[in-house]
T-cell receptor, first 111, second 114 residues
């Protein structure tokens, strides 16, 4: 089973700052997912990637398959970005087992 | 609107009283899954289903049952709930697989077992 580590566990920053959240995993994967969980509890999928880089608005996700590492960046952070960000990976070769999740990074953006 | 719905959203019950949490999706997804989320442990998979009548255990299946009689529905059954099943539960679905397709999550069910 893959082991997924996220850092930092908690991050407090000021509005406008550039944010980076990291995710490392232990064995090869089919894809990596970044999820966002707001204080109300709902979970939304932000990105799914297996190589390179993806961008959506102020969010950028990158992955380095050789180093088994992914980063989620938030540019011009805003208080509405305050949430828990969760990294999840799918097993190499696919399969029905589904995802293994990191424990999440709790982000607070102060105005 | 494409969505995954769960009911109830909140439930307080007592030890041993059977309960069912319903999950339904309107996206014709083949893959559905149940997760529980606990502080310090993150999300863990309970059961998953690749299609109608095809279900299998995830990482923490003890004390739970599921069924998949129709493509859109995937109920989670606790035959005899215990306090260690107090948790936040999420149902999710995706088009085919659980690993390389975007997962759509339900709003969550907060269960307390006294």
């Amino acid at each position: 089973k893959n082991e997924v580590e996220q850092s930092p566990q908690n991050l407090t920053a000021q509005e406008g700052e550039f944010i980076t959240i990291n995710c490392s995993y232990s064995v090869g994967i089919s894809a990596l997912h970044w999820l966002q969980q707001h204080p109300g509890g709902g979970i939304v999928s932000l990105f799914m990637l297996s190589s390179g880089k993806k961008k959506h608005g102020r969010l950028i996700a990158t992955i380095n398959i050789q180093e088994k590492h992914s980063s989620l960046h938030i540019t011009a952070s805003h208080p509405r970005d305050s949430a828990v960000y969760i990294c999840a990976v799918g097993p190499l070769g696919g399969g029905a087992d589904g995802l293994t999740f990191g424990k999440g990074t709790h982000l607070i953006i102060q105005p | 609107e494409a969505q995954v719905t769960q009911n109830p959203r909140y439930l307080i019950t007592v030890t041993g009283k059977k309960l069912t949490v319903t999950c339904s999706q309107n996206m014709n997804h083949e893959y559905m899954s149940w997760y529980r989320q606990d502080p310090g442990l993150g999300l863990r998979q309970i059961y998953y289903s690749m299609n109608v009548e095809v279900t299998d255990k995830g990482d923490v299946p003890e004390g739970y049952k599921v069924s998949r009689k129709e493509k859109r529905n995937f109920p989670l059954i606790l035959e005899s709930p215990s306090p260690n099943q107090t948790s936040l539960y999420f149902c999710a679905s995706s088009l085919r697989g659980g690993d390389t397709d975007t997962q759509y999550f339900g709003p969550g069910t907060r269960l307390t077992v006294l």
